[in-house]
């Protein structure tokens, strides 16, 4: 079953990752995207951590999808957070 949309949470600097919540039926699960992920999925580099909400509003249905992906890919351990990094993110073909 794919996750549904949750909130946004915001900008963690210490982890670098920008987070957000996923809901599972009424469970809401705990997800983080790193910002290299964030700006391989936007085809940049080096976005500012002050514009990283915009970022993740303009690429939310993606990095929302690649979540889901994820969490139906196996096992989650309940509580644990999604956590989506540059692996996670297919590379086009040149």
């Known amino acids: 079953m794919p996750l549904t949309r949750g909130r946004i949470g915001g900008y963690n600097s210490e982890r ?3 987070g957000f919540t996923m809901m599972h039926g009424d469970q809401e ?3 983080q ?3 290299a992920a ?3 999925l936007a085809g940049t580099r080096g976005t ?3 514009a990283r909400q ?3 509003v303009a ?4 990095i929302e999808m690649i979540a889901s992906d994820i969490f139906d890919s196996g096992p989650v351990v309940r509580g644990a957070t999604i956590r989506i990094f540059t692996k996670h993110i297919s ?4």
């Open 16 to 18: 670098l990752a920008f």
């Open 48 to 50: 500012p951590s002050l």
């Open 59 to 62: 690429l939310r249905d993606a």
């Open 91 to 94: 590379k086009e073909p040149s």
């Open 29 to 31: 699960i705990e997800c």
């Open 33 to 35: 995207i790193s910002d």
């Open 54 to 56: 915009a970022q993740f």
């Open 38 to 40: 964030m700006d391989e």
